[in-house]
Nanobody, 126 residues
Framework: VQLQASGGGLVQAGGSLRLSCAGSGPIFSSYYMGWFRQAPGKEREFVAAVRLAGGSTYYADSVKDRFVISRVNAGAKKTVYLQMNSLRPEDTAVYYC??????????????????WGQGTLVTVSS
């Protein structure tokens, strides 16, 4: 399984960005796909997750009502998006996409995810 994240960049506070995560390899519809972020000097934290089958979504309180996670689950195409609106300087971080093989429910713990993308930097200026 390989995950390729893209879409990061520099944006002013209040602006928007859309991150993409393209998956390849044996990614099954039962998987949960998540976005995490890590700011300098801080631990990696959960941002949002979606189940490929059915599309159930989950958000951290800090991004709820501002970020939207979505997915394309069509045959071999497994892509997850993170639409980020009303961005704040505190959203500045490297954003990672990840895949969790466990189908019993979504997790907000980085250690529960089995596959990771390379990360994409989001910088929000004030």
């Amino acid at each position: 399984v390989q995950l390729q994240a893209s879409g990061g960049g520099l944006v002013q506070a209040g602006g928007s960005l859309r991150l993409s995560c393209a998956g390849s390899g044996p990614i099954f519809s039962s998987y949960y796909m998540g976005w995490f972020r890590q700011a300098p000097g801080k631990e990696r934290e959960f941002v949002a997750a979606v189940r490929l089958a059915g599309g159930s979504t989950y958000y951290a309180d800090s991004v709820k009502d501002r970020f939207v996670i979505s997915r394309v689950n069509a045959g071999a195409k497994k892509t997850v998006y993170l639409q980020m609106n009303s961005l704040r300087p505190e959203d500045t971080a490297v954003y990672y996409c990840a895949a969790d093989r466990f189908s019993g429910g979504h997790s907000e713990k980085p250690g529960d995810y089995d596959y990771w993308g390379q990360g994409t930097l989001v910088t929000v200026s004030s």
